[in-house]
C-alpha cells in the first residue's frame, strides 16, 4: 500500500440557505419534589448547530417566561452528570442567548409562517407539561401541516401521543418514530430507587397500532425521519436530529 492510499479527505458544508428555527422547552414542573425543566444539551445543541448553519433561531415555550435546565443535565451543577457540556455552558453564558432563559416567548406570540421548522427538546417536565396544554399540540400540528420541519426529541416526542391534525387523526398515525425508550425510563427509575413516571412514551406509542414506534438499545445515539417529521431517542441523538433538520432544509 502507497503513502497516497493512507490519505483521508473530508469535505463539508459551509454555507446553508437562510432559515428561521423555532427551538421549544418546556416551562417549569414539578416531579417527585423536585423542580424540573428540560434537558440542556437537548435545546443547545441544536441551537448551536442551526447557528452555525447561519440560520435565525429562537428560544419558545408554552408558557413563556423564565426556563430552567434540568439539575441532572446542568453541566453547572456539580452533582449533575453532563459536567463536560461545553455548548450548554456556552449557551447560559453568552451575553444574549443566555438571556433568553430568562425570558422566552409564549406559543400564544409565535406565528408558524415565520419559520422553517420547529425543534422541540425534552427532559424532566414534558410528560408532565406538554400532555394537558392542548394549545401546545395544535401548535405542533400547525407547524407539520404547513409543511413545516417538525423535530421532537427525547421526551419531546411525548407530543405525537396526543397531537391531533385537522382531520382528527393522530400525527404519529402512519409514521415512524422514535423518542425515549423503556429501556431508558428504567435506568431513571434504578438511579432514584423508584418509579419516577406515571407512564412511558414507548409504552403508550405501543398501544396505538397504527404507529410504528422504534427505539435503540438504551443510549445508543438513534434518530429517525419520516417526512417532515423528525424524532430521536435521547439526548446523545440530539446532534442526529439537529444534522437530519440542517439537510431537510437544505433540500
Known sequence: MSEQNNVIRIHGQHTYPKKKVLCLVSNVATLEGMQVGFFAEEMTRPFFDF?????DVDVASPNGGAVVFDGHSNPENPNGAYPNDLISIGFVHHT?????????????????????????????APLITFKDD??????IADFYEAGKITCLICHGTSLLLWTKLSDGKLLAD??????????EEEIINQMFGKKVNEYTIETEARKNPNTNFECAPALEPF???DGKLITAQQQHSSYLASQLVIKALAE
Not at 447557528?51 to 440560520?55: E, L, P, Q, T
Not at 430568562?102 to 415565520?114: G, H, M, R, S, Y
Open 134 to 139: 392542548v394549545k401546545l399540540h395544535q401548535l
Open 51 to 55: 447557528v452555525n448553519a447561519g440560520y
Open 96 to 124: 444574549t442567548f443566555g438571556k433568553w432563559m430568562e425570558n422566552t416567548i409564549p406559543i400564544a406570540d409565535i406565528n408558524v409562517a415565520d419559520y422553517d421548522a420547529i425543534c422541540v427538546a425534552g427532559g424532566g
Open 174 to 183: 402512519g409514521k415512524t418514530w422514535t423518542g425515549f425508550a423503556d429501556s
Open 223 to 225: 434518530a429517525v425521519q
